[in-house]
């Protein structure tokens, strides 16, 4: 699997961006930039997911470098229920049934 | 829409006796996965499952731990004579295709072997 390489931990302040990012240097043609998050106890959540292009939901945006060897998750306005520990993952789209694997992500503290 | 459901949420057992984690997907899902995350570390896979087959089973320890998704009921994950190093969280998710569908997790069973 490609790998991922996130800072350990980010802080922010309540109701400013922020801009987490991902290098994936290695990343195939077939990969799809997924971005899960976890909060304190409880089971990992869907933020969002891309291949080339840009993409916005109403949780956050994704940027995704021209070369696809980088990305940044966007969290427009950061609340206190945004923190979080953020995992950016690659899924191969070819791959049926393919697991997720994670890696240590990076923990956002936010403040009030 | 209810979500993934997990139960028990918490489960103490002693070493050597089993524990039985059970996982419903959402509706219309008939793709499981069961990942475990041991304290202060991150989540691993262990095995994926579709109705009554196991597609996946490469991240499960060689001995004691088992999986089953029968056509009718939940998914179950087994872990026999517990050990203390099983204490973890163990959380389930569901797809409803395959091929790269997001994975919706369960709240996870937090279990401790005393």
């Known amino acids: 699997d490609a790998k991922t390489t996130q800072p350990n931990s980010m802080e922010s302040n309540e109701e400013e961006p922020v801009h987490l990012p991902c290098n994936h240097s290695t990343i195939s043609g077939t990969d799809y930039i997924h971005w899960y998050r976890q909060l304190p106890s409880q089971g990992p959540e869907y933020v969002i997911h891309g291949l080339t292009s840009n993409v916005n939901n109403r949780m956050a945006s994704l940027a995704i470098a021209e070369d696809r060897k980088s990305s940044t998750l966007i969290l427009h306005r950061a609340t206190l229920r945004d923190a979080a520990v953020y995992y950016c993952i690659l899924r191969d789209g070819r791959a049926a049934g393919n697991k997720l694997t994670f890696g240590g992500g990076t923990r956002v503290l936010v403040k009030p | 829409n209810a979500g993934v459901m997990q139960n028990p949420r918490h489960l103490v057992r002693r070493r050597g006796q089993e524990a039985r984690l059970r996982c419903s997907p959402m509706?219309?899902?008939?793709?499981v996965y069961w990942y475990r995350q041991l304290p202060e570390e991150g989540l691993k896979f262990m095995v994926y499952l579709q109705k009554e087959n196991i597609i996946d089973e490469s991240g499960m320890p060689k001995e004691r731990f088992s999986a089953e998704f029968p056509k009718e009921g939940p998914s179950i994950l087994r872990i026999q004579q517990v050990v203390r190093g099983d204490s973890a969280a163990y959380f389930c998710?569901?797809?409803?295709?395959?091929?790269?569908?997001?994975?919706?997790f369960g709240p996870g069973t937090r279990l401790t072997v005393l």
């Open positions: 998710a569901s797809s409803r295709r395959s091929s790269g569908d997001t994975q919706y």
């Open positions: 509706k219309g899902h008939s793709h």
